[in-house]
């Protein structure tokens, strides 16, 4: 079959650990033996997903479709939790891993929205004469050193899970460092170094993604939107419960009550939803869950009731 669709010789032959010995061992031996002419240039074999430890399989009863899965999380944040691991490598299903992927991926999407924003305002200050663009020294030091992690790790059989790490975060760090300075007085020739330096590190940053299968087939904005969507399903709420539970807590901030405030926060934040307070707004962002403790640290110069003594 592979003969008659690929010819005698071709590149990558796949397939699960389990199917090494001696499935693909008697496969070449039979290749051998049925053809004059009969190579594979590389074989590539993929660990299993398991939960708990276990392999997934039907027969177990403990597998769950991809469908299943994307109805709670967004299918980036599914490939970016798959990616996360060495193909080699057994992948275990883990929900804590799954929220950790949705976060990473709405951070990485937000930077590149900002970006994208900022460019788009400030289009008309950037020359368009065909030179080569100037860039700052921290710029041209990270796009030269993620173009040679990504080929380094791409070239060590397909070291994904470690393409997303390292050069790549200090690149997103810096294009928030650069919006940053963006919004404070510059010279036109050092904020000129700045606008361009966010082009060449976003081009940079976009090819990787688009590489690893990362890059969304929709705009920023929309699959913020619908990163959004998904957490709100997970948490079991609808925008307008947070919206709601956002003014309730501005009402309480403004009697000073801090106290219930921050367990208003922590109350939302157990369930995957960040709210932040920006100047006098509050917006709100999805994060890892995390577990509400049983008691809340107060704000500044807020005092907690005594507890109850015991009977």
């Given at each position: 079959?592979?003969?008659?669709?690929?010819?005698?010789?071709?590149?990558?032959?796949?397939?699960?650990?389990?199917?090494?010995?001696?499935?693909?061992?008697?496969?070449?031996?039979?290749?051998?033996?049925?053809?004059?002419?009969?190579?594979?240039?590389?074989?590539?074999?993929?660990?299993?997903?398991?939960?708990?430890?276990?392999?997934?399989?039907?027969?177990?009863?403990?597998?769950?479709?991809?469908?299943?899965?994307?109805?709670?999380?967004?299918?980036?944040?599914?490939?970016?939790?798959?990616?996360?691991?060495?193909?080699?490598?057994?992948?275990?299903?883990?929900?804590?891993?799954?929220?950790?992927?949705?976060?990473?991926?709405?951070y990485i999407?937000?930077?590149?929205?900002?970006?994208?924003?900022?460019?788009?305002?400030?289009?008309?200050?950037?020359?368009?004469?065909?030179?080569?663009?100037?860039?700052?020294?921290?710029?041209?030091?990270?796009?030269?050193?993620?173009?040679?992690?990504?080929?380094?790790?791409?070239?060590?059989?397909?070291?994904?899970?470690?393409?997303?790490?390292?050069?790549?975060?200090?690149?997103?760090?810096?294009?928030?460092?650069?919006?940053?300075?963006?919004?404070?007085?510059?010279?036109?020739?050092?904020?000129?170094?700045?606008?361009?330096?966010?082009?060449?590190?976003?081009?940079?940053?976009?090819?990787?993604?688009?590489?690893?299968?990362?890059?969304?087939?929709?705009?920023?904005?929309?699959?913020?939107?619908?990163?959004?969507?998904?957490?709100?399903?997970?948490?079991?709420?609808?925008?307008?419960?947070?919206?709601?539970?956002?003014?309730?807590?501005?009402?309480v901030r403004?009697?000073k009550d801090?106290?219930?405030?921050?367990?208003?926060?922590?109350?939302?934040?157990?369930?995957?939803?960040?709210?932040?307070?920006?100047?006098?707004?509050?917006?709100?962002?999805?994060?890892?869950?995390?577990?509400?403790?049983?008691?809340?640290?107060?704000?500044?110069?807020?005092?907690?009731?005594?507890?109850?003594?015991?009977?």
């Amino acid at each position: 079959m592979s003969a008659h669709y690929l010819s005698f010789k071709f590149d990558i032959h796949g397939g699960g650990l389990d199917l090494i010995f001696p499935h693909h061992e008697n496969e070449i031996a039979q290749s051998c033996a049925a053809c004059e002419e009969s190579d594979v240039s590389y074989w590539m074999h993929n660990g299993h997903v398991t939960n708990n430890n276990e392999k997934m399989s039907k027969s177990l009863g403990n597998f769950f479709t991809i469908r299943q899965i994307t109805e709670r999380y967004h299918p980036l944040a599914l490939r970016y939790f798959l990616i996360n691991a060495h193909y080699r490598s057994p992948l275990n299903y883990s929900v804590v891993q799954l929220e950790g992927a949705s976060d990473a991926v709405f951070y990485i999407y937000q930077t590149l929205k900002d970006c994208q924003d900022a460019l788009l305002q400030l289009q008309e200050e950037m020359p368009n004469d065909g030179k080569p663009a100037r860039i700052t020294p921290d710029a041209k030091e990270c796009i030269s050193k993620l173009r040679n992690e990504f080929q380094v790790k791409m070239s060590d059989d397909l070291s994904t899970s470690l393409i997303l790490t390292g050069a790549f975060l200090e690149a997103l760090k810096l294009v928030n460092n650069l919006l940053t300075m963006l919004k404070k007085k510059q010279q036109k020739q050092q904020r000129l170094l700045v606008i361009k330096s966010l082009k060449e590190i976003e081009n940079e940053v976009t090819k990787v993604l688009d590489v690893l299968g990362l890059q969304p087939p929709w705009s920023y904005n929309e699959v913020l939107l619908q990163l959004k969507e998904k957490a709100l399903t997970r948490a079991g709420l609808v925008e307008d419960d947070v919206i709601r539970l956002i003014n309730e807590r501005a009402e309480v901030r403004r009697n000073k009550d801090f106290l219930k405030s921050d367990q208003m926060r922590a109350h939302l934040q157990a369930k995957g939803i960040a709210l932040m307070d920006v100047g006098t707004e509050t917006i709100w962002r999805p994060c890892v869950p995390v577990q509400q403790d049983s008691e809340i640290v107060p704000s500044e110069g807020q005092k907690v009731p005594p507890k109850p003594e015991s009977a």
